[in-house]
């Protein structure tokens, strides 16, 4: 067990420095920031556009820059590295998860400070938001592994922006062509729905089916990554 953290500690230290040296990786957390400014000169700032803010920070923070992270070090070849190293796979990828996690949380902190959010039932928004930031997390690390540099996985971070980021500007678009069953499942979207339901205010039972729709979203994409992984590793 102190071994396993010894080595985790060593992938953290190593992305910190990395990291401060890629000033076009460390400023994507004010994009939402930026924006969570702006929305906090708007007297009566609603549910949906405080979550629209929280949505970007997850794929500006939590998603483009694991991408961009595990990309690199595809790039560099210090990703092979790793993978040949005595660390397991969940040390390699958990000790490459916990900077952005930390990137993410406060990006997302400081974005509810400024627009004022306050939650009605934190435990219920703390809990949603956790499992959001680990899908996103782990959804990068997938598209990292796929991708081959970095300037690629900010490429192929533009559309999944627009649907994980944006999805509820689309909301009634969708729901007046008949396909808003195909938003309605979407995480984000998700997301939004406990905030709403959290804003009239309900309990922790309630909101367990969109919960659990986040949690399948994790649980396929943590599968995937995992699969994709193993794929490299025989490369």
Not at 79 to 89: D, K, N
Not at 121 to 141: D, E, H, K, P, R
Not at 195 to 206: F, P, V, W
Request: aromatic share 10%; with cysteine; proline share 3%.
């Amino acid at each position: 067990m102190k071994t396993s953290i010894i080595r985790m500690q060593a992938i953290f230290v190593k992305d910190f420095k990395d990291l401060m040296k890629n000033m076009f990786i460390s400023t994507s957390m004010l994009m939402p920031i930026i924006l969570a400014f702006l929305y906090s000169r708007i007297s009566d700032i609603t549910i949906d556009l405080m979550y629209l803010v929280i949505n970007l920070a997850f794929m500006a923070v939590a998603f483009l820059i694991q991408c961009s992270i595990i990309a690199e070090e595809k790039e560099k070849n210090t990703l092979r590295g790793l993978m040949l190293s005595p660390a397991s796979i969940f040390e390699i990828l958990a000790g490459k998860s916990v900077l952005t996690f930390l990137m993410a949380a406060i990006t997302i902190l400081v974005s509810c400070i400024l627009m004022d959010y306050v939650p009605g039932n934190s435990l219920i928004i703390i809990v949603a938001i956790v499992i959001s930031m680990l899908f996103y997390i782990t959804l990068g690390t997938m598209f990292g592994l796929i991708t081959k540099s970095a300037m690629e996985a900010s490429v192929i971070s533009l559309p999944l922006m627009f649907i994980f980021g944006f999805g509820s500007l689309f909301e009634e678009f969708a729901a007046s062509k008949n396909v808003s069953f195909l938003i309605d499942y979407l995480p984000n979207m998700q997301l939004v729905n406990i905030a709403r339901m959290d804003e009239a205010g309900t309990t922790l039972i309630k909101t367990m089916p969109h919960m659990l729709t986040i949690t399948a979203w994790l649980v396929a994409a943590v599968i995937a990554t995992i699969f994709v992984y193993k794929r490299k590793e025989l490369d």
